[in-house]
Every structure is written in C-alpha cells, then in structure tokens.
C-alpha cells in the first residue's frame, strides 16, 4: 500500500513537474517577449550608441551633449491589445525622429523605449521598472487604462512625467495634473456623452431613449465607463433598468443576454471588447431583442463591422472622438495621415490613438525643449511642471515640434493646438474634446450627430 | 415564465451536451485503447473549427459549402490523429502512461503554435447563417443550427454505439481496450486498431469542434485546449475509457453549465464543470458508470 501510495506520489510529482514546465512553456509566449524586450534593450543600446556617435557629432557642431534622452513607451504590443503598440509607436518614433532632426534636446537625441505591457498589469509593473530604473527614462508616453492603476505609483513617484494617448480611465480624473497628463478624453466624459446621446434624439438621430441596461466587461478598462453612464443617464432624466458585470472572454453569452432582455430596456450600452460584443449582439438577435445598441470606442471602428452581421448592426450607436474641426480645416489633420502613412507604411492615418500620440509626443517633445532652453536640468520635476506651460494660452500657437521649438529658440513661450483639440490641461492633466455619436447602417458607421464638450 | 426558463436551460444545455458529448465520446475511445490521457486532444477540435473555415473560405483553392467542408476536415484531422501517433506516440507507445501524458502535452504546443504561426491570434467565424429562435410546441426556442447541433451529437452516438457493437472493427476495439495482450494472442493486429482508433478519435474531435464552431463564434486557436478542461470533466464524469459514461457525463454537464449560468451566476459558466471534475475525482473516481467498455 505504502509502495503504491509511493509510486502515486511520484506520478502526482512527475505531473505536478510537468505542468509546472508546461507553465514555464506556457509563459515561453512571455519569454518570447523577454527575449523582444531584451532585443528591444539591445536595440536601445545600439541606439544609444547610434545616437552617441550622432552626439560627437553634435558636440562637434554645437559644442554641448551628452547621453541620449529616452521616452519610454509602455503599451501592449502582444495580445489581444497588441493593436495599441502598433497604432502608438510609429507615431512616437516620427516626432522623435523630427526632434532629434532638429538637433535634438541641446544637443542630446531624443531616444524611443518600447516595453510590452501586454495588455497585463503584471507584466506592465515589470515593464515600467525597467523603464524607470534600467532604462532610466526621461518621460513616458502610455500606458493604456487596462494597466494604468498598476503603474501610476511607481512613475509619480519617481517623478517620470507621463503623457498618455491612451489612458481614458476614471481612475486618472483625480489623479493627474503634477506628473500624469492625457491626450485622450477622460472616460467620465466619454459616459457622459453616450448618456447624452441615447437621451436626446438631437445626438441620435433616432428617438429619445428612456430605458437602458448596461453589459460592462469585469475588467478595469471597461468598469472605468460604468458609473459615469449610470449616473449621468439617471440624472439626465432616464432610468437604468440594469447594470451587469459580465465576464469577459466567455464562449457564449446567452444566459446574460437572456437577463439583460429581461430588464426590458430599450437601448443597451455594451461596454466590453469587439468580440465579445459580437457574441452579445448575435446572442441578442437569436433570442429576438428588439431593443438598440450603444458601443463605445473599442467596437465603434470598422473591424467590429466587418466581424457582425448588418442584420445585426443596423441602426447600432457609437462613440467616437470626434475630429477637431480647427484641425480639419487648416489641413492639418490630412498633412498628419498622409505624413504617417509615408512613414509608418499604413493603409490609412486615422487609426485609433494615432491623432493622441501625435499630440501627446509634441507636447512632450515641447517641454523638454522649453526645460532646455530656460536653462534647467532635465529632470522629471522639470518637465514635468513645463508639459502644461507649453499647451497654454494665451502664447504664441504652435501645431507641432519643429514651430514650436524655433519659437520657443527665439524666446517666445508657446501654446501647443493639437489634432485632437486645443490642449490645454485642466489641474488634472485632462484635455476636453468633441465627440462623435456614429451610427451603423448596412456595415459601416456614419455621423449621426456631434456632441460638443458644451452639451455635457 | 418560470417553466419557460427552466425547459430552454434544458435544451440549452442538451445542445451544448450535444457538443461535450462528441468530443468526450472521441477522447475516451482513444483512452480505451492506447490507456493514457491525450492533452493534444483539445488541438483535433481546434484544426477541425480552423480546417471547416478555410475549406469552406477557399483557402485550398475552390471554396466548398459549408457541410461538405466539415467532412472533409473532419477527414483530414482523422489523418492528422493517425499520423500524430506514429510520429509520437507509436515510438514511446510501450515506455508506460507517464512519458506518452507528457509527450501528448508536448504534441499540443506544437500544434497549437503550428496553426497560430499559421493564421495568427485573430477570431475567425464560421460562415454560418444567422438566426432567430422559433418556437417549438410553445414551450423552448431553439434555432435551426442549434437544433441541428443536437442532431448531429444523437447520430453521432448512435454511429458510435454501432460501432462498438455491430462492427468488426468495434469488437477488435473493444478487444484491445479490454485486454491488449489476450487480444493480440487471439490474433488482432492490435496495432492497426489503435491506428484506426486514432482516426476515429481524432475525426470525432474535430466533429466537436465543428459543432463548438457553429454555437460559439468568433473563435481563436486556444479554443480547443481551453474546452478541453470540459470533455475532461464528461469523460471522468462517466468513467474514462467508457463511451456510453461519457455521453451521459457530457449530458449532465452540459445541463450542470447551463443550469448554473441562468440560476446562480453566468460568470463561472465553465467554472461548473471544474467543480464537478474536482467533485468526481474526490468521491467516485471510477465515474458514475461502473463495467467495461
């Protein structure tokens, strides 16, 4: 008996082994990245040492330099979220490009550093470590809301100064301001604006909506959304018939649907990935929901679209960050895609967060080279205190780094107007900004209305 | 209203049942046979939902429809679990259980990567028609698919139930699983029944995963080795190695997901199914099915 329970142990501890190595195989999709971040290092380094021969060079010409200036970049670039990383740092890499073009910060190379967070806060507290203590980062532009609340603490207190194209969550509303800024609107808004639309027909384009149930993904990035819709939806006179945390990931979301359709709503308000929305929004035409739908930015593109079913879709509300008009007109959002696509090799400009980036990079790119033109140390205190001077009125307005920094060389102060609106950071490092109520018919998204940050 | 509720969890859970049903029926009759526990096993769902979509895509030249793209790939998963074992398991087939488990988890990775090296990471779907559900006698709404799912598992067990009984080759099969070596002196060639069982296993795999494919779009390259935990649970439920225990656990718990989801929390959908596999593994490791093959 003994022998036998023996011989269990062993097979129990060879299986127990064996998945342990399987974990570690698992995780071997990890140590792919390991070994992408440790590539990425060593591109860094050969960077570094690129942009150190470009600094003798340098020092031969303007007699200063030194070490190059490194932007981390903490986003997902494997996974589901990978997109992210994609969307972001080509756009970080131009600017960086354009700034380093410019003679760089008094003579030092701006130097771009990618980590992956993978969409993961764990991995993401690793990545930012790096960032902060190895890499010695001067900035950082990222991360995204999915890691936000894991990282915040070890970049304030460090004092790494973080503008974020990608951050909406409600957890930087009261946050930012000293370290942390955002290009990108506040989450609190963005609720607000879907609780405006699907009230007033004015936003909608299709009637004033009084019944609505929420389906809100148990992850941070989508609780983020939850109150800000409940609350304003109540108080602009509506009842929320349902509020559901729902499980994100799963195979079928029949039984939620089935108690969503319950709660007799009359639009539902889906704040969960694409693909689960998909599965939710097939799920709801099986069991014959005639109620409408109301997606926010994740499923508002044409990638969400192209994986439903028109018969599904049709009639379908969206959110959007709207374009900025001023932008538009004076042709500069056109000059951003075209430049992008030349540089970046995309298919089109207007990805999601591409608009942000650019912002978010100048006004980083801009602060450096106010910090360095007054005379003071680099250091994150610095810059960090200088990223809203840059963005303010009343100065001279500027679009974008190279204006900028010619003026700020000849010692004028500047106001940056980005693509994404005017920018200028509120005392929580938030930007307001327009948005866009869009509207699906026979598979794509049209504007039903725009909502200007006024209406909310 | 609260008899409505509880007959469409029924029949939501006979459909997914349907689903569990096929694949626990495959993995068991391999077990019956070749006596270890596949982990690639999840992978053979996985190709069959990824082959159905590209054949009937046009990936392979002229697109097929839809049903005859599933036998095809159900086919061709057939061919892939046969040469799957005489490329790794035939050689290490006589080292015992232990070393062919961990080389089966082994073979998983490799073709679980294989075909997202292939395809990528992205969602694929089915090209299968959209419905509404349709009343049956008033009382459960079901639609054409779904109704279809519960079909192909019932024909599916039936074919197998054949099989096993009326069949040469199901009383070889049944031979071997009972007793390799009394079958090998009695003169089977007990190497060519577990070929054949691997074919057999591996296509009813992959017809689960058709099935899956049809229920639960979009779909990624983890969906086989993540259902696989499910016809785990089934195949343990009824007792490994026991085909007609394996329908019945499938059954129970396909109801046991669904029953959950509506009447406690729609959360821990497949978490139901653990705690049956702990539960069963705790009290009557034999399953609830007792006797042979």
Redesign the interface.
């Known amino acids: 008996m003994s022998h036998n329970r023996r011989r269990f142990l062993k097979r129990t501890g060879g299986l127990a082994a064996v998945t342990m190595l399987a974990g570690c195989t698992g995780g071997d999709g990890d140590g792919n990245q390991d070994t992408t971040d440790e590539g990425e290092t060593t591109e860094s380094e050969t960077t570094e040492a690129d942009s150190g021969g470009d600094d003798s060079t340098t020092t031969e010409s303007s007699g200063g330099g030194g070490e190059a200036i490194n932007i981390g970049v903490p986003l997902p670039f494997s996974g589901d979220y990978a997109w992210v990383g994609a969307n972001v740092l080509p756009v970080v890499n131009m600017i960086a490009e354009e700034i380093n073009g410019q003679g760089g910060i008094d003579g030092r190379n701006v130097n771009v550093v990618q980590a992956d967070t993978e969409a993961s806060p764990d991995a993401a507290v690793s990545a930012v470590n790096r960032l902060v203590n190895i890499e010695n980062v001067q900035g950082v532009i990222g991360p995204t809301s999915i890691t936000m609340s894991a990282v915040i603490d070890t970049l304030v207190e460090n004092e790494v100064p973080v503008v974020t194209p990608t951050a909406g969550t409600t957890s930087l509303d009261t946050r930012g301001g000293d370290y942390v800024f955002r290009t990108v609107s506040s989450d609190s808004l963005g609720g607000r604006a879907i609780a405006r639309a699907a009230r007033d027909q004015q936003y909608n384009s299709i009637q004033d909506y009084e019944r609505m149930a929420l389906m809100v993904g148990n992850k941070e990035v989508f609780q983020s959304f939850k109150e800000p819709v409940r609350s304003s939806f109540e108080e602009f006179g509506g009842t929320v018939t349902t509020a559901m945390d729902v499980r994100t990931g799963k195979a079928s979301y029949t039984s939620e649907v089935q108690q969503m359709m319950d709660s007799d709503p009359e639009i539902t308000v889906l704040i969960m990935s694409a693909e689960d929305s998909v599965k939710i929004t097939e799920a709801g035409f099986q069991a014959g929901y005639e109620g409408n739908w109301f997606a926010t930015q994740d499923q508002t593109n044409q990638d969400f679209l192209s994986q439903s079913e028109n018969q599904v879709t049709n009639g379908m509300l969206g959110l959007n960050a709207a374009t900025y008009q001023a932008a538009e007109e004076a042709g500069r959002l056109e000059e951003f895609f075209q430049r992008i696509t030349e540089y970046a090799g995309w298919d089109e400009g207007s990805k999601t967060f591409a608009t942000n980036t650019y912002d978010a990079m100048n006004v980083m790119g801009l602060a450096l080279k106010q910090v360095a033109a007054d005379g003071d140390d680099l250091i994150g205190a610095n810059i960090a205190s200088a990223i809203p001077t840059v963005a303010k009125p009343p100065e001279e307005t500027v679009t974008g780094y190279t204006q900028g920094a010619e003026a700020i060389d000849g010692g004028t102060d500047v106001d940056y107007e980005g693509l994404v609106g005017p920018i200028n950071f509120d005392e929580n490092g938030d930007i307001v900004a327009p948005f866009s109520i869009k509207k699906a018919q026979d598979g794509t998204w049209t504007e039903a209305a725009r909502l200007p940050p006024e209406a909310l | 209203m609260v008899l409505d509720n509880l007959l469409q969890t029924v029949v939501?859970g006979l459909i997914e049942g349907s689903v569990i049903a096929v694949g626990a029926v495959g993995l068991t009759l391999s077990y019956g046979v070749t006596r270890f526990i596949n982990f690639a096993y999840g992978e053979f769902l996985t190709y069959g939902a990824y082959l159905t979509v590209f054949l009937a895509a046009g990936l392979f030249g002229s697109s097929l429809p839809l049903p005859v793209a599933a036998v095809v790939a159900i086919v061709l998963v057939g061919l892939l679990g046969v040469a799957v074992s005489r490329v790794f398991f035939e050689p290490i087939s006589q080292r015992g259980a232990?070393p062919l488990?961990?080389t089966s988890?082994g073979v998983s990775?490799i073709l679980r990567n294989m075909l997202q090296g292939w395809v990528g990471?992205s969602?694929k779907?089915l090209p299968v028609p959209?419905?509404?559900?349709q009343d049956y006698f008033g009382l459960v709404?079901l639609?054409d698919l779904e109704l279809g799912v519960i079909v192909v598992g019932v024909v599916t067990m039936l074919a197998i139930h054949l099989l096993l009984q009326r069949t040469m080759l199901g009383k070889r099969m049944r031979a071997t699983s009972g007793n390799r070596s009394l079958a090998e002196v009695a003169g089977i060639d007990t190497t060519n029944v577990v070929r054949q069982t691997w074919f057999i296993s591996a296509a009813a795999g992959a017809l689960s995963g058709v099935l899956?494919a049809v229920?639960?779009?979009?779909?990624r390259p983890v969906?086989g080795f993540e259902?696989l935990i499910v016809i785990f649970a089934a195949t343990l439920l009824g007792g490994i190695g026991r085909p007609y225990g394996a329908m019945l656990g499938a059954l129970f718990i396909g109801l046991a997901m669904?029953f959950g989801?509506?009447y406690l929390s729609?959360?821990?959908?497949r978490a139901y199914a653990f705690l049956i596999l702990v539960g069963v593994l705790l009290v009557r490791p034999e399953g609830i099915r007792g006797g042979e093959f």
Do not use: C, D, G
């Not at chain 2, 729609?266 to 959908?269: E, K, R, S």
């Open positions: 939501f232990l488990l961990i988890i990775f990471v969602a779907q959209l419905m509404r559900r709404r639609t899956y229920l639960f779009s979009p779909f969906v259902y669904n989801s509506t729609a959360n821990y959908t």
